[in-house]
């Protein structure tokens, strides 16, 4: 992922180098706990190692943006908070200035999500919550996307099975909270526009499967004596309804320090598109 407008520059560089108060060490680097005025505006306060920021510390962009946590040798690494332009958060592990580890997004529209980051997007166990409808979707993700097993919760029942590509696909079911449940596959329906069909297979339709395959008995009955069928018809649906609102439609690809941009098209449900808008351009100059 390109995080242009997001590299933290090194200290001490550049022929205007702001300002600093704070102690330097013998090599005349900023080195212990000091502040500095950065010659784009910006500012920073906290611990300095050799003249770079290593240790906890405060960066604040001057459109409002804030990161807060800790650094690694001018690069977020360890804990950190931030706040990006829009109001949203993130609150989790940065490992070399990205999202990556254990951490929770809270979106601009009340949406969260909560679960394991891989190099700024979703990647691992995860939950997303969305505000408007209380669904859940919980499982694995794989690079922003749902990928294998998961689970999507709604209020009074719940679909489980397999995703590809964020979406529903192979075998599942629908569990209902009044303790039934429809087992069938998502299968693929090709038409004017990409759908998703799914056949429900019932106890009846597995019975009928089984006496087709058994041996015959011929027995003679009555004329215009007509057998009652219990075969259940395959039913196609469009999962219009069912499909997971897409968590992964407008979480941006770059995170621009104090810019809002978005990274991923929208799908259903409408996440908010600025995951990755940390500035609107502003590098972290410090020098």
Not at 151 to 173: C, Q, S, T
Request: net charge negative; glycine share 14%; aromatic share 10%.
């Amino acid at each position: 992922m390109s995080d242009v407008g997001s590299e933290e520059m090194d200290e001490e560089q550049g022929p205007y180098l702001g300002e600093y108060e704070g102690p330097r060490n013998d090599k005349d680097e900023r080195h212990g706990q000091g502040k500095a005025t950065l010659p784009n505006g910006d500012t920073y306060e906290g611990m300095y190692e050799n003249g770079k920021r290593h240790g906890h510390g405060v960066y604040r962009f001057k459109n409002g943006s804030r990161y807060t946590g800790e650094y690694i040798k001018n690069k977020k690494h360890g804990n950190g908070t931030f706040i990006y332009p829009d109001g949203s958060r993130y609150e989790g592990c940065w490992v070399d200035d990205q999202r990556c580890g254990f951490g929770k997004y809270f979106y601009v529209n009340g949406d969260t999500y909560e679960g394991e980051w891989l190099n700024h997007v979703r990647h691992g166990q995860g939950t997303y919550t969305y505000a408007a409808t209380g669904t859940k979707y919980v499982g694995t993700w794989n690079s922003g996307k749902r990928e294998g097993h998961g689970e999507l919760i709604h209020a009074n029942h719940k679909y489980v099975g397999v995703f590809k590509d964020d979406r529903p696909m192979g075998k599942g079911k629908y569990v209902f909270d009044i303790g039934c449940e429809q087992h069938g596959e998502y299968l693929g329906i090709e038409q004017a526009g990409p759908t998703t069909g799914i056949h429900l297979a019932s106890e009846e339709d597995e019975l009928e499967d089984a006496q087709a395959d058994a041996p015959t008995t011929v027995t003679d009955e009555p004329a215009g004596q007509e057998q009652e069928a219990s075969k259940t018809p395959e039913i196609k649906i469009d999962d219009a309804e069912d499909k997971a609102p897409s968590p992964v439609q407008a979480e941006p690809s770059q995170e621009q320090e104090g810019n809002q941009q978005a990274d991923e098209a929208p799908a259903t449900d409408q996440e908010p598109a600025n995951e990755d808008a940390e500035g609107s351009g502003n590098q972290e100059t410090e020098s």
